[in-house]
């Protein structure tokens, strides 16, 4: 691997290591994270994950994973480039969603059938009738934008109903079922997974593709039913900015769509074992291991991960910018949204930092510092231009929050609320959205244990929850330490805010946390 390593904790997203690692990015995959056996498991069709989350690599992962024995893996990777057309078929259908949906529910299953052939195609003539592409070799993003370019052909000028009928058509043709059923036999052997990941950002005002995502989520609750237990796995990778807005406006009846979602939330252990794990086989490869990391390392034991992965490179302590004692893994930690993207570039920035000053793999307390200072601002305007599609001028509303103390009162927010309202678009401002927005950013977290004896606030942000947080006057509100530089922040309490539970993780991660429970207790 070492010609092909470039960063000591690898690169922030997956598709940049698959183009460098190649093969050999099974070997770099941690597979001990706990969303890899949930995602795998049949009854799992959707899995919900914000940007930076780990989607792309768990999808992947599908290719690779042992539970599945010698699976056939479809990744279907390419959204941009279906985007188009699928808004033009999602467009013809009726503004009711009612109707719209159910019928774009058979056109996504006819699509992923289509995929599943071209597959397929050489391993039954059944199937190879039916395939469209006559043994081309196209991705499976181009065979899903041909499909429907087709269908959009085939039903030239009819109407909605028409095309709907078309569709049910094709779906019961002979040779479609004969093709069908030579799958399923081939599944019967060799399983087949068909990973389809969807675009970062949508337009949530735009209903022909808000249709189009939901229809696409009924179908995998439809398909998994009918054909997870014959061995075809259908997985929906959804974005987790746009997934609310699904669940609460657009799906039909979310509770009979959406059973056993996967959510990429990360806990702090996972996230401490998959850093040392990267880090650990960068420093294998280049003969760099420390004395306390040669030997039996416990993947599994995040105390075993903290005492000879982290501790003997980062340190035990720092001394923060505002001249606060804490422990190196809690203040980088805490300057993320618990993503792996966030701490890998933390991780990267910190390094790069090191190899400048020849002292690489050791990190000082200043390379920390200075390293999650200039990166902390990156972090904070990549949250928020992931929401610029669900909220137009997101940055410059945002703008309202400037100069707010690092803790304040919710009824803070209804006043700063009002200095935005002229940046939302028409007839979309109140109060009660902008505190929705800066909650569903992550930018503000509610209050949840306060100790100004210990100088840790302990808060709950929503991108660590699977439901919305609401905010309302009467809480007490604190702003993510990510954000303090880009809302220039009034950080002269002397307290850390925390953006997870100290008490938690003081039990998991022995006593990188354990200062923080004993102070809570003494």
Not at 364 to 372: F, G, N, P, S, Y
Not at 398 to 420: C, H, I, T, W, Y
């Amino acid at each position: 691997m070492k010609k092909i390593r470039r960063e000591p904790f690898g690169q922030a997203d997956c598709e940049s290591e698959l183009k460098i690692l190649r093969a050999e990015y099974s070997k770099l995959y941690f597979d001990e994270t706990p969303f890899n056996s949930a995602a795998i498991e049949p009854q799992s069709y959707v899995i919900i994950g914000r940007r930076g989350s780990g989607k792309t690599a768990l999808s992947q992962y599908f290719s690779f994973q042992k539970v599945i024995g010698d699976p056939i893996y479809i990744d279907v990777d390419e959204p941009a480039v279906y985007q188009q057309v699928l808004a033009g078929i999602a467009a013809r259908a009726s503004e009711s969603r009612e109707i719209a949906i159910p019928r774009l529910v058979k056109i996504w299953q006819y699509v992923i059938w289509c995929v599943v052939f071209e597959h397929t195609r050489h391993e039954a003539p059944a199937i190879a009738r039916v395939s469209r592409n006559n043994g081309r070799n196209v991705s499976v993003s181009h065979v899903i934008n041909g499909v429907i370019e087709h269908l959009l052909a085939l039903f030239g000028n009819d109407d909605e109903t028409a095309c709907a009928a078309h569709v049910e058509q094709l779906l019961a043709g002979k040779n479609i079922e004969a093709a069908r059923e030579a799958a399923l036999r081939i599944s019967a052997k060799r399983p087949i997974i068909i990973a389809i990941d969807t675009l970062e950002k949508y337009e949530v005002e735009d209903t022909a593709l808000m249709n189009a995502m939901a229809a696409l989520i009924q179908c995998a609750a439809d398909f998994n039913l009918d054909y997870a237990e014959q061995g075809i796995h259908l997985k929906v990778f959804i974005s987790g900015e746009l997934f609310p807005y699904l669940k609460e406006e657009v799906l039909q009846n979310p509770s009979k769509s959406i059973k056993e979602p996967v959510y990429l939330l990360w806990r702090p252990r996972d996230l401490l074992r998959l850093i040392g794990w990267r880090f650990f086989c960068y420093l294998e490869a280049y003969g760099l291991l420390r004395f306390e990391s040669k030997g039996k390392i416990d993947w599994e034991d995040q105390r075993d991960v903290m005492a000879k992965m982290w501790r003997p490179y980062f340190g035990l302590e720092i001394t923060n910018r505002r001249g606060l004692k804490e422990r190196t893994f809690s203040y980088v930690l805490r300057h993320t949204q618990m993503r792996p993207r966030q701490l890998i570039l933390l991780c990267n920035a910190i390094a790069r930092r090191a190899i400048r000053a020849r002292h690489f793999p050791l990190f000082t307390e200043e390379d920390i510092r200075l390293a999650v200072r200039e990166a902390e601002s990156d972090l904070a305007s990549e949250i928020i231009n992931s929401f610029s599609s669900v909220y137009p001028h997101v940055s410059t509303i945002v703008d309202a929050l400037m100069k707010l103390p690092m803790l304040f009162a919710g009824n803070e927010l209804d006043k700063r609320a009002s200095q935005s309202a002229s940046e939302w678009p028409q007839n979309s401002y109140s109060p009660a959205r902008f505190r929705r927005l800066v909650a569903e950013l992550g930018i503000v977290g509610r209050v949840r244990r306060r100790n100004d004896v210990a100088g840790f606030v302990d808060a709950d942000f929503e991108y660590s929850l699977r439901d919305r947080l609401p905010i309302t006057h009467r809480d007490e509100c604190v702003i993510h330490p990510m954000f303090y530089q880009r809302f220039n922040v009034d950080c002269s309490l002397p307290s850390r805010v925390m953006p997870f539970s100290t008490e938690r993780e003081a039990r998991e991660i022995d006593s990188d946390f354990s200062h923080l429970y004993t102070a809570r207790h003494a």
